[in-house]
């Protein structure tokens, strides 16, 4: 039986393949190019993965439109993206739409994680489905509030920082494990506590629920970027590799960017960042 969901804007139907099985339904997720159904079916899935089998060995192949991603926003260098004061109500609506799409692309390379590397515990997958069903919650509270402020997802131009470096580690989950969710996606629990006090400062009813929505989505972070600390070691170990040691070769492998701070020790302590990583990171 294939299994049909549907869409919660317009009753919609939208349908999975016939085969239940979580990683292909991963990838079915992926290539959905509207963000409202690429939100349902991840939720969707999410609720039946423990009625879905789970194939570790099989490996599947890319299609064309790895990602699916709506025809909006525009997407540029992050250096073309410009940058807007948050205490107006056009640069509160952009510095918001910049975070609306980095968790679009979150659950994107959640969902590529899923299917694109086979011959891992079955619980990777089912850690990796858990991030991306979080961060499409993340998605619809942030998209939901651009339209209460008159805006959309889409109406700025966006950059692809986060896909990009997903895209050039799609060859090895190891080096996945480390330069995205512990690396790019870390950043942000750096980047959110300033963010905050800038919002608060703000001080409008708009920027406040920001704020509400961002303690949602740094609370859950620290979860998503424990999972990458935790199968980057679990993969380290099978290797016979060093953590810290072979971070370093990854990082200039793949020309990972350099991390600033001031950091946020508290966040990266609950994400598993033992004390060694840390003073090399601060210093």
């Not at 016939?18 to 990838?27: G, I």
């Not at 009813?205 to 620290?222: F, G």
Request: net charge negative; aromatic share 8%; with cysteine.
């Amino acid at each position: 039986m294939p299994l049909i969901v549907r869409m919660p804007d317009n009753g919609a139907m939208t349908t999975f393949a016939d085969t239940p099985e979580l990683r292909k339904l991963a990838l079915e997720a992926l290539l959905a190019s509207n963000s409202v159904e690429k939100v349902a079916l991840t939720q969707f899935l999410h609720g039946r993965a423990a009625t879905v089998l789970i194939a570790p060995s099989v490996r599947y192949h890319a299609p064309d439109g790895v990602p699916g991603c709506p025809p909006r926003p525009a997407l540029r260098s992050h250096l073309d993206v410009p940058k807007r004061s948050p205490f107006t109500t056009d640069g509160l609506a952009a510095l918001l739409h910049a975070v609306t799409h980095i968790e679009f692309n979150a659950i994107n390379l959640a969902l590529d994680a899923i299917w694109r590397f086979d011959g891992m515990p079955e619980n990777y997958y089912t850690d990796w489905l858990t991030v991306a069903a979080e961060e499409a919650q993340h998605f619809s509270l942030l998209s939901a509030h651009l339209q209460s402020m008159g805006y959309d997802y889409g109406d700025f131009p966006a950059h692809t920082g986060l896909w990009d470096m997903t895209e050039k580690t799609k060859s090895d989950v190891l080096a996945r494990m480390a330069l995205v969710p512990r690396t790019l996606e870390a950043r942000g629990l750096d980047a959110t506590p300033p963010m905050q006090a800038k919002l608060r400062k703000v001080g409008s009813p708009d920027a406040l629920r920001a704020v509400e929505i961002l303690d949602v989505i740094l609370r859950d972070e620290i979860g998503h970027v424990a999972i990458g600390n935790h199968w980057y070691r679990y993969l380290c170990a099978q290797r016979g590799l060093d953590p810290v040691v072979h971070y370093a070769v990854l990082a200039q492998q793949y020309s990972a960017p350099r991390i600033k701070g001031p950091l946020n020790l508290d966040a990266r302590r609950k994400a598993g960042f033992d004390a060694a990583e840390l003073a090399l990171l601060d210093a």
